[in-house]
């Protein structure tokens, strides 16, 4: 079977000759997954100080086998095709969306019923509620008709509830959020975004625990 090998080997050693016939009987039992070790054995007649002496010496080269290489290409494709399936390809970089909606809210439902105030604080498509909300009056929902009272869960004035917690995702130009007031009523708003110059406006559907979906238009605020 023929052989490669490496121009660098890892190492020579001087040693004795008890030494040198250990390492050379052991050599063919040293073997590696893909990599093959050889070892080298010579003996060289040597002169020092006017005495002929004799140096046993003891050479580690690395080979690979001819189908060695094979194997490795083989692994090394595999390997390639299996972390491709795996990531789906290259990484796509989420640029953000293009608008936003990190300002104050206000709109009416169109049953007249609630008057919703809110305001978002924007990371790329995640949103939040400004916390904590100042002024407060940026996040809260007012009850402007006897509906609205009941859907509040209100029975005195003032009839406006503030809001506890929101959060949302902007799909741009899609968006979805929920709001909860401090009293545990949730609010969800599903609908669109449209951005011209400094207006901003959501259009979509306004639902909650007693309040049956409806129209709700949220402009940005001054």
Known sequence: MDEYFFPNPFGIFDVDPDFAAFFFASAASLRLSMTDIGLVYERRLIKSSGV??????????????????????????????????????????????????????????????????????????????LSPCVPQDQCDIYAFNGTGVTELGLTQPPFVVNLASGSGTLADPGITFTVTTVNGKTFTFTGTVATSGTQVQMTGTLSGPTHPASQLVLDRQP
């Open 52 to 129: 002929l002496g004799r140096v046993h010496r003891l050479s580690l080269v690395a080979t690979i086998k001819r189908h060695s290489l094979s194997v490795r290409k083989a692994v090394s494709a595999a390997a390639i095709l299996a972390a491709s399936i795996a990531c789906g390809g290259p990484a796509i970089i989420d640029p953000g969306p293009t608008q936003s909606v990190e300002y104050y809210f206000a709109g009416t439902d169109a049953t007249g019923a609630l008057h919703v105030h809110v305001r978002w604080v924007q990371s790329k498509h995640n949103l939040t509620l």
